[in-house]
Nanobody, 114 residues
Framework: QVQLVESGGGLVQPGESLRLSCAAS????????MAWYRQAPGKQRDLVASIFSSGSTTYADSVKGRFTISRDNAKNTVYLQMNSLKPEDTGVYYCQTRPRLGSWGQGTQVTVSS
């Protein structure tokens, strides 16, 4: 079955950077669109960024120019480089296939606070 394991979150100050990783198994990774989602406290889970099998990417307006999604098909891993972090970026970050094929992973907590 599909398994997604996120890592790399933490507590950072505004303006700092983090790099999230998501290791996938149980899928033909290279052929799948992968995405990062964010769920802020008390809010719904929102799409942050997607990367297609071609390598093309899309971003939510709120993260354009600050976040970069990338993938390493040899490692079955998708990354999210987050720069110039803001307090409103705080939340649990999840990776997933698009369309969703399996359950959500445990996510990784990102907290941006001074």
């Amino acid at each position: 079955q599909v398994q997604l394991v996120e890592s790399g979150g933490g507590l950072v100050q505004p303006g700092e950077s983090l790099r999230l990783s998501c290791a996938a198994s149980g899928i033909i990774f290279s052929s799948r669109t992968m995405a990062w989602y964010r769920q802020a406290p008390g809010k719904q889970r929102d799409l942050v960024a997607s990367i297609f099998s071609s390598g093309s990417t899309t971003y939510a307006d709120s993260v354009k120019g600050r976040f970069t999604i990338s993938r390493d098909n040899a490692k079955n891993t998708v990354y999210l480089q987050m720069n110039s972090l803001k307090p409103e970026d705080t939340g649990v970050y999840y990776c997933q296939t698009r369309p969703r094929l399996g359950s959500w992973g445990q996510g990784t907590q990102v907290t941006v606070s001074s």
